[in-house]
Nanobody
Framework: QVQLVESGGGLVQPGGSLRLSCAASGSISNIYDMGWYRQAPENQREWIATITRGGSSNYAESVKGRFTISRDNAKNTAYLQMNSLKPDDTGIYSC???????????WGQGTQVTVSS
């Protein structure tokens, strides 16, 4: 019913910035909260940020102060602004969305972020 497509990943040097986008399509009226997760090599998937439909956000301690999650409901798009990137930020970043009661969860296929000199 809902499709999420990420974009904006790539290769960046330490200290650099990237802005990821997550475009939603389909039955998008079902989506309330959205978020970003990442999976680093040999690590399990890690939650990094969530934003409610009203714009309230929460962050993992590892990215707090460096990453900013936002959304534009009119454009059906969520964003993740990543600043002061570190090599440990390397991984596949996936967008997530859920219904108001979290009975349904939707995932994008991910976009690769590589932080390396």
């Amino acid at each position: 019913q809902v499709q999420l497509v990420e974009s904006g990943g790539g290769l960046v040097q330490p200290g650099g910035s990237l802005r990821l986008s997550c475009a939603a399509s389909g039955s998008i009226s079902n989506i309330y909260d959205m978020g970003w997760y990442r999976q680093a090599p040999e690590n399990q998937r890690e939650w990094i940020a969530t934003i409610t439909r009203g714009g309230s956000s929460n962050y993992a301690e590892s990215v707090k102060g460096r990453f900013t999650i936002s959304r534009d409901n009119a454009k059906n798009t969520a964003y993740l602004q990543m600043n002061s990137l570190k090599p440990d930020d390397t991984g596949i970043y996936s967008c997530w969305g859920t219904t108001w009661n979290r009975r349904a969860n939707y995932w994008g296929q991910g976009t690769q972020v590589t932080v390396s000199s």
